[in-house]
Nanobody, 115 residues
Framework: VQLQASGGGLVQAGGSLRLSCEAS????????MGWYRQAPGKQRELVAG???????YYADSVKGRFTISRDNAKKTVYLQMNSLKPEDTAVYYC??????????WGQGTLVTVSS
């Protein structure tokens, strides 16, 4: 599986961005899809995830502001980010996970939120 993330950029606090992650290969619908982020000097953290049944998970820090969704026909997972804060600034990575062995990462897309 290869993942191509896009949609990052520079936005003012309170603004919105929509990240997309398109997958190549087959069996996309079988993967748990997640969005992670890594800020400078910090560990990578799971921001949001969506199961094969489209059940979402959100980190407490983004609940009520971010929405994750998936379109299996397009092999794409999205992350709608609203009410962005400067602390959301990070490189965002998408991940496709079938198991602990079969886990794939996209190249990352930079999100910068200015105050």
């Amino acid at each position: 599986v290869q993942l191509q993330a896009s949609g990052g950029g520079l936005v003012q606090a309170g603004g919105s961005l929509r990240l997309s992650c398109e997958a190549s290969g087959s069996a996309f619908s079988r993967y748990y899809m997640g969005w992670y982020r890594q800020a400078p000097g910090k560990q990578r953290e799971l921001v949001a995830g969506v199961s094969i049944g489209s059940k979402p998970y959100y980190a407490d820090s983004v609940k009520g502001r971010f929405t994750i969704s998936r379109d299996n026909a397009k092999k794409t997972v999205y992350l709608q980010m609203n009410s962005l804060k400067p602390e959301d600034t990070a490189v965002y990575y998408c991940n496709a996970r079938l198991s602990s062995v079969y886990s794939y990462w996209g190249q990352g897309t930079l999100v910068t939120v200015s105050s």
